[in-house]
């Protein structure tokens, strides 16, 4: 689907054309560390540590990566209060928030429809 663009920056938004901007942001938003991270503060904002023990598996240099990343995309805010040490905290904004909707979604799809899509041999690739 072809839009107009809002800020004037392009021409139209057309996730399917190879230089368009729209494609960054879909990586970003399809990956699998940004789609949690984004799911754990939609309750509210979180330190590090918290955001780590909720996401289980990530490393502390991804969850680093992850966090900048959208914190660069404007979907979050990262606010750091003096104190020793250090207090950070990390939330969505309201562009984060939006992001959050769709992808709240697809994670419940996901949980509610893993063991059918794993159950089914005639929809497997290998099969």
Known sequence: MVTECATGRHDDHDVYAAQCPCRAMLDLLANKWSALAIGALEDGPRRFGELQRCLQGVSPKVLTQ???RLEDAALLTRTVY????LHVEYALTALGHS???PLSLLRTWV???IDSAAA???HRQDA
């Open 66 to 68: 992850t966090l900048r």
């Open 111 to 113: 949980e509610d429809n």
């Open 82 to 85: 003096p104190a020793v040490p």
């Open 99 to 101: 992001a959050a909707v």
């Open 120 to 122: 089914d041999p005639c």
